[in-house]
């Protein structure tokens, strides 16, 4: 079975600086997809950042990069010069396999304050 | 450049009363799914489906139900509400394997 561990409840940061939210996740399948997604308080969900298994190069996305660290099953996010519109709910998710339908599985998140 | 349209927004429902959630989407993807989220909690898979007239169980698919009779509708059916069932339901979509989903606004649902 595969599993998203996201270990941080809650972060802080300040405006300006970069934060790292880690994710860990779990799976014995060699192809597989890791998502990160932003909830703020309105609720929706907005796709930031992807990075397959097979991809050699860390993912990047403006403010947003993964740290893709196969070895140790990690895949954080990390969101350079914070805004104070960064504060949100954030959960990465996994896809597993080829033929999944491209189903998710969801850590429980990390809820991320920005402060002034 | 609707997306993926959720209706209602919010409902209340008594315990053994039925409704559908709907669920429209017009970008042309072939899956479609539905989560539901408790709160503090992130989402959880109930059922998808990757082309009309085909559906899967997700993790959570006990008392709901689903069809996909056209590529762009993926309606969610609770026969019996049961206050367990109080969420948010997500509706989302992608155009295939590896792609990033597309969420709806979702809908809250409260059993009482």
């Known amino acids: 079975a595969q599993k998203i561990t996201q270990t941080q409840p809650g972060m802080f940061v300040q405006e300006k600086e970069a934060v790292t939210l880690d994710c860990t996740y779990d799976?014995?399948?060699?192809?597989?997809?890791l998502f990160w997604y932003k909830q703020p308080s309105s609720g929706e969900m907005i796709f930031l950042i992807y990075?397959?298994?097979?991809?050699?190069q860390n993912a990047t996305e403006g403010r947003y990069s993964l740290n893709f660290q196969k070895a140790r099953k990690s895949a954080n996010l990390v969101i350079s010069a914070s805004q104070l519109g960064d504060s949100a709910m954030y959960f990465c998710?996994?896809?597993?396999?080829?033929?999944?339908?491209?189903?998710?599985?969801f850590g429980e998140g990390t809820q991320l304050t920005v402060n002034p | 450049n609707a997306g993926v349209t959720q209706t209602p927004k919010f409902r209340i429902l008594k315990i053994g009363q039925s409704m559908t959630l709907q669920c429209t989407q017009d970008m042309n993807h072939n899956y479609m799914y539905w989560y539901r989220q408790d709160p503090g909690m992130g989402l959880k898979l109930i059922y998808y489906?990757?082309?009309?007239?085909?559906?899967d169980k997700g993790e959570v698919p006990n008392g709901y139900n689903v069809s996909r009779s056209t590529t762009e509708d993926f309606p969610l059916r609770l026969e019996l509400a049961a206050p367990s069932q109080t969420s948010v339901y997500f509706c989302?979509?992608?155009?295939?394997?590896?792609?990033?989903?597309?969420f709806g606004d979702g809908t809250r649902l409260s059993i009482l």
């Open positions: 489906s990757v082309g009309a007239g085909i559906t």
């Open positions: 799976t014995s399948d060699p192809s597989y997809g």
């Open positions: 998710a996994m896809r597993v396999g080829e033929t999944s339908g491209s189903r998710l599985t």
């Open positions: 990075q397959g298994s097979y991809d050699q």
């Open positions: 989302a979509s992608s155009p295939g394997q590896g792609t990033a989903q597309h």
